[in-house]
Nanobody, 115 residues
C-alpha cells in the first residue's frame, strides 16, 4: 500500500501562482513515476504532468511553459509549481503514483482560479 497526501491548493487570481506538494509513504518502490492529474467539474480526469525517479518529465500541452513538476526522492515528495494560472486551470488536482500495478491516488486538492 502507498499513501499520498496532497497540500497547497486554494483560491488564486488569474495570473497568480500556487505550489502543490504530495508526500508519499508506505511501500514505496524505486523506479516509480509520480505525477499530477486534474479533473474539472463535469469533465474527465486528465494528466497534467508526471516525473520518473530519474527526473524525466512529461507535460500536458496546455500547461507547458507555465507548470513545473519536480521531486525529492529522499522525501518521496513530488511538487507542482503552477505559474500564470488561468481560470481553465480550476479543478481538483490529484497526486498519482505508479510502479507496475496497482497504482495509487491521493484524495485531491481543489485549485480555483478566479478571473
Amino acid at each position: 500500500q502507498v499513501q499520498l497526501v496532497e497540500s497547497g491548493g486554494g483560491l488564486v487570481q488569474a495570473g497568480g501562482s500556487l505550489r502543490l506538494s504530495c508526500a508519499a509513504s508506505g511501500n514505496i518502490r524505486s523506479l516509480n513515476t509520480m505525477g499530477w492529474y486534474r479533473q474539472p467539474p463535469g469533465k474527465p480526469r486528465e494528466l497534467v504532468a508526471e516525473i520518473t525517479s530519474s527526473g524525466s518529465t512529461d507535460y500536458a500541452d496546455s500547461v507547458k511553459g507555465r507548470f513545473t513538476i519536480s521531486r525529492d526522492n529522499a522525501k518521496n515528495t513530488v511538487y507542482l509549481q503552477m505559474n500564470s494560472l488561468r481560470p481553465e486551470d480550476s479543478a481538483i488536482y490529484y497526486c498519482h503514483y505508479r510502479r507496475g500495478w496497482p497504482d495509487y491516488w491521493g484524495q485531491g486538492t481543489q485549485v480555483t482560479v478566479s478571473s
